[in-house]
């Protein structure tokens, strides 16, 4: 998810609330196909198809006449949280659902007096996967090129020939089905899925994004790590503190550095 | 009347016929509650309330052009405040006092904390790091609030008592009318300040501003101090009104309704917030009533997100704004004409 | 014959300011027409009204039969104008390489022919073919903009202000680089050094206030001093 807010965070310069609600939305949708098909994979490839839609659909209508505004994005964005979230409540009602993981991975490996889950493995190998595709796309592909130069000048990007808005589109349409996926795979981690998730992990996101620095894929992945040990670590010692933890790291990293750690300083 | 009318518009400095209709609205408004019944009262003692969290939100986002996400903890902060204080020592008119004092020096302290890290960046990043860290900050308050069970209910909410004048709606009514008009003199002379004049240069371009020598950080301080309070002041009589403090108004919702007040209204007019609180309320209360047409009516959020979106996109002036522009466009017709 | 690009009586607005009020010129196959006028005349927006960058109000811009005016930048470029802006456009975040591999629309094999002439013309640009261009000095940056105006199969090359901002030395440089394919094709060129542009121009024009004012052979303006100092600034040229 946090991938997904980067990349249209660093590379479009457009902030995104609605990620939080694309996460929920994926959750309750691959919940829905799951429950209708009774195939994970299904289930994950609807949330992405939902998240793409949901993106277009976004970019188009109300991301598109704001582009370089920053403060009608932040509320526009908002305006779409607030009505997406509570579709949510509406179709699928306000209590949490429970989601169980698919039984092929539901399983627990023991390695001695370390317990393992199999969907924690899992999960740790689909964000490597889609951390090395994004990279390969970003880096080695035509079309990472145009999103590359894109940053810098939408308008130069013109000048060579090339139709960005397609790009733009496509970029945010991308960010949104990954948010959408971690949505999907998130559920059965937590085991149900309710409509109150998504702004947390918003923050989690943002957090992640803003620690690692916009538009930096290595920054993000830097990020979620450091906060994936803080709150391992305050939990451990200290749990009522957790959520606190992370808020007050980003606080700090933020005034000390308002780019980011590894920010590339987008130029706008 | 017509000397009173000299009077208004002489402290006011506005121009005659404004006078005029602001003294009839004054009459209407002292009218209002002698011939209409509670749940009106009541809505616009609400709206009267909320126009002040609303109005505080203009100092901001209208006259400096600060996004604070977090705005939302003064205003439920000083709520929760007078509740704790009226549960715990009694409902008494020196414990309000008491209250008031502990919010407003409260509120000052966080804003000025909050704002110590979220004006540090300039720019682009700046403008998402500020927005993020208020965030965070109304993320930090609602949190604590919602740990703290032994003085808030947690999220079930807290009732208290409250001292025995403002029981009676008919007069509450009255005190929020005073309190709305006493509060918008306030943020109006503020506004028109030297300070409220470099807030609005540093809204316009802050780089500008700098250059001028005016050390914007500062400003930007006193902004949200000011902000900060006023909307606490409101959250303090919004206590009195409603006699119940739940978690929800520390939510980013609840920041986003005061952000909603002044958009729908009219940034950077104050006035906006008004109109925009009476627009917003009054159409949250007669929606409400259509929900037994449909369900979907019921789903107030939904046409709370639809608004914003649509303002934002097509009505970026608001009320306000799009009166103005009506207004010049009839001008210039009947010039021509 | 017929022009290859004609402007008609351009109109053009940036916010509220009315910059271009009547641009009107017009291209010859094969002729390197040089735009000259003082600071803030229009030339900049004049070219960029030809791409669609700051899109014309009103008027006409035709290229070779073909209506520009309205089209998105894209479609504008991609019927055959390769355009060098003043801060040159390079991207930081690729390599040479990929920055002229970013302006190839068709990679097919005369593309790459073409983009290795070209390369020949720059050899400075092959030493550091693949290295990110934000390592480039100012003149390399000037010369990989010019070469990527000529990767595609370009009917015209709009130039803006090459000398800008370079050591004379570098402006000899970049001058030869003008020279040597000016008679391969058709070019505008917006120049304030006066000596670049006499030297690379057939014929001029200038603008002065958004209007397209005087127009003639480069020989004319060059011979008639008192023409220099009423619309150029040029004091004992």
């Not at chain 1, 959750?27 to 992405?48: H, Q, R």
């Not at chain 2, 996004?67 to 007078?82: D, E, R």
Request: aromatic content about 10%.
């Amino acid at each position: 998810m946090a991938a997904g807010l980067s990349i249209i965070l660093g590379l479009l310069g457009v902030v995104n609330f609605t990620h939080g609600t694309l996460f929920i939305w994926g959750g309750y949708v691959s919940i829905w196909v799951f429950g209708l098909s009774g195939n994970f994979f299904i289930a994950l490839l609807a949330a992405i198809a939902a998240g793409i839609l949901m993106g277009l659909i976004f970019e188009r209508l109300f991301v598109r006449p704001v582009y370089g505004n920053v403060t009608a994005q932040i509320l526009i964005t908002l305006g779409l949280m607030t009505i997406f979230t509570d579709m949510v409540r509406l179709l699928w009602g306000p209590n949490p659902i429970p989601a169980n993981r698919p039984d092929f991975i539901d399983g627990t490996w023991i390695w001695g007096s370390v317990i393992i889950s199999q969907y924690r493995i899992f999960l740790i190998v689909i964000g490597v996967l889609v951390a090395i595709g994004i990279n390969f796309l970003i880096n080695r592909t035509r079309v990472g090129m145009i999103m590359r130069a894109g940053t810098q000048s939408p308008d130069m990007v013109q000048a060579m020939g090339i139709n960005i808005k397609v790009y733009f589109s496509g970029v945010f349409a991308g960010g949104a089905a990954l948010a959408a996926l971690g949505g999907a795979l998130y559920v059965p981690l937590v085991g149900s899925v309710w409509s109150g998730m998504g702004i947390n992990n918003q923050i989690l996101a943002f957090i992640v994004v803003i620690l690692g620095g916009m538009g930096s894929f290595y920054g993000s992945a830097v990020g979620s790590i450091i906060i994936g040990l803080t709150v391992a670590m305050v939990s451990w010692f200290y749990p009522p503190l957790t959520v606190y933890s992370t808020v007050i790291l980003l606080i700090l990293v933020l005034s000390l550095k308002p780019e980011g750690l590894f920010g590339t300083a987008v130029r706008r | 009347m017509a000397a009173l009318t000299n009077i208004i518009s002489k402290n006011l400095t506005v121009k005659p016929v404004q006078a005029l209709l602001l003294f009839l609205l004054l009459v209407i408004l002292l009218i209002i509650p002698m011939i209409s019944g509670m749940t009106t009262i009541t809505l616009f003692s609400r709206i009267f309330i909320l126009a002040i969290f609303g109005m505080s939100y203009d100092i901001l986002r209208g006259f400096t052009g600060i996004i604070n996400l977090g705005h939302a903890l003064f205003f439920g902060g000083a709520t929760y405040i007078a509740g704790i204080l009226f549960n715990r020592v009694g409902p008494t008119l020196d414990v309000l006092l008491l209250a008031i004092i502990t919010a407003f020096v409260l509120s000052a302290i966080i804003a000025y904390i909050m704002g110590q890290f979220a004006f540090r960046g300039t720019g682009f990043s700046g403008v998402i790091a500020c927005a993020m860290i208020t965030l965070a900050f109304g993320e930090i308050v609602r949190h604590t609030a919602e740990t703290l069970r032994d003085y808030t209910q947690g999220a079930d909410g807290l009732t208290f008592r409250i001292p025995e004048m403002f029981q009676d709606r008919f007069m509450m009514y009255y005190y929020a009318l005073i309190f709305l008009i006493v509060m918008t003199i306030v943020l109006r002379q503020f506004v028109r300040s030297p300070t409220g004049r470099v807030l609005q240069a540093i809204r316009d371009n802050e780089q500008r501003a700098r250059f001028l020598g005016y050390d914007t950080k500062k400003y930007k301080l006193i902004a949200l101090v000011v902000a900060g309070m006023a909307s606490a002041s409101a959250g303090i009589m919004f206590a009195l009104l409603t006699r119940f403090a739940n978690t929800e108004l520390l939510t980013v919702q609840s920041t986003l309704n005061a952000l909603l007040y002044t958009i729908v209204g009219g940034t950077g007019t104050l006035y906006g917030a008004i109109i925009g609180t009476g627009f917003v309320q009054i159409a949250q209360n007669s929606l409400l009533e259509l929900r037994g047409i449909h369900e979907i009516f019921s789903r107030w959020l939904i046409f709370f997100g639809a608004i914003y979106v649509l303002v934002v996109l097509y009505m970026p002036k608001g009320i306000i704004g799009a009166f103005y522009q009506l207004h010049a466009s009839w001008q210039k017709r009947k010039k021509h004409g | 014959m017929k022009p290859l690009l004609e402007l008609k009586n351009i109109s053009t607005f940036i916010g509220p300011f009315h910059i271009l009020q009547g641009v009107s010129l017009e291209v010859y196959p094969g002729e390197a027409v040089v735009i000259l006028g003082r600071n803030g005349a229009g030339k900049t927006t004049t070219l960029r009204s030809i791409v669609g960058l700051q899109p014309a109000a009103s008027g006409q811009i035709t290229l070779d039969g073909v209506n520009l005016l309205g089209l998105p930048p894209y479609q504008a470029v991609r019927t055959g104008i390769g355009y060098v802006p003043e801060d040159y456009g390079i991207f930081d975040f690729l390599s040479v390489e990929e920055n002229l591999l970013i302006a190839m629309w068709i990679e097919d094999k005369d593309t790459l022919a073409r983009r290795d002439s070209v390369l020949d013309l720059f050899p400075a640009l092959k030493d550091s073919y693949k290295r990110p261009a934000s390592t480039l000095s100012g003149g390399q940056r000037q010369m990989l903009s010019i070469a990527r105006a000529l990767v595609n199969e370009n009917k015209i090359i709009l130039i803006d202000e090459p000398s800008k901002g370079l050591a004379p030395i570098i402006v000899e440089k970049v001058r030869d680089a003008l020279l040597k394919f000016k008679n391969k094709s058709t070019i505008i060129l917006v120049e304030q050094n006066f000596d670049m542009a006499c030297s690379v121009g057939d014929r001029f024009y200038i603008i002065n206030e958004g209007r397209t004012e005087l127009n003639g052979p480069i020989q004319e303006l060059y011979d008639d001093q008192e023409l220099q100092r009423k619309y150029l600034g040029v004091v004992n040229a």
